[in-house]
């Protein structure tokens, strides 16, 4: 079945720092990819999304290429921000008609002044 | 715009008691509708999604189950709880297949 696999956490970073958090997935088809990040205590939001291999998604200096031959949609940033704090998840959206979203089991990131 | 409720947000329970946790969108009509659980240290778990009204697919065996009355409206709800239904329950919403879900605040739901 499809799945997605993105690194074990938790990571620590300085701020301003760069960072890279991996995904790689396996599905038949052509999934939509996304990452979805959520703060503490909260719900997940949408932080970007990719339907087609070549796409960037970006949103809030975030960014993650949909690479079809390497199956990866790796999250980067150039410099994080204390706010960035958050567990990020990353998501594949099951081509064919399923509704479902198949989510990896999320990375925790601490970003420290 | 569209927005989804959830409530309670948080809820503490005794193993053995019912439950029942309400999901509700508003700005929008039709939307597939879901329930995820996230478990301490897990991923989120797919517990059931709708496509319309009275029409339920659940994901996973268990002692949950889901509910839609109205469009709107999804209803989560178990009849005897046990300790390891504790978790963060999340709603969400989409509107098209495939295509960005939008979730909700969660409950917290702790069973004691």
């Known amino acids: 079945g499809n799945s997605v696999t993105q690194m074990e956490g938790p990571v620590t970073l300085s701020e301003e720092a760069f960072l890279t958090i991996n995904c790689t997935y396996t599905?038949?088809?052509?999934?939509?990819l996304f990452w979805y990040v959520q703060y503490p205590g909260e719900g997940l939001q949408l932080l970007l999304k990719?339907?087609?291999?070549?796409d960037k998604g970006s949103n809030k200096g975030f960014e993650a290429t949909y690479r079809k031959e390497t199956t990866s949609f790796h999250l980067e940033k150039g410099s994080v921000q204390v706010s960035d704090s958050a567990v990020y998840f990353c998501a594949l959206s099951e081509a064919g008609g399923s509704e479902k979203l198949v989510f990896g089991k999320g990375t925790k990131l601490t970003v420290n002044p | 715009s569209q927005t989804i409720h959830q409530w309670p947000a948080t809820l503490v329970q005794p193993v053995g008691s019912p439950l029942s946790l309400e999901c509700t969108v508003e700005g929008t009509s039709n939307p597939n509708l879901y329930w995820y659980r996230q478990a301490a240290g897990r991923g989120l778990q797919l517990l059931f999604y709708?496509?319309?009204?009275?029409?339920i697919s659940s994901e996973v065996p268990q002692n949950l189950s889901a509910s839609r009355p109205q469009d709107r409206q999804f209803i989560l709800s178990s009849k005897k709880l046990l300790l390891s239904d504790s978790g963060f329950y999340l709603c969400?919403?989409?509107?098209?297949?495939?295509?960005?879900?939008?979730f909700g605040p969660g409950t917290r739901l702790t069973v004691l």
């Open positions: 969400a919403w989409s509107l098209s297949v495939p295509d960005t879900q939008y």
């Open positions: 709708s496509v319309g009204i009275g029409q």
């Open positions: 599905a038949t088809g052509y999934p939509s």
């Open positions: 990719a339907t087609k291999a070549d």
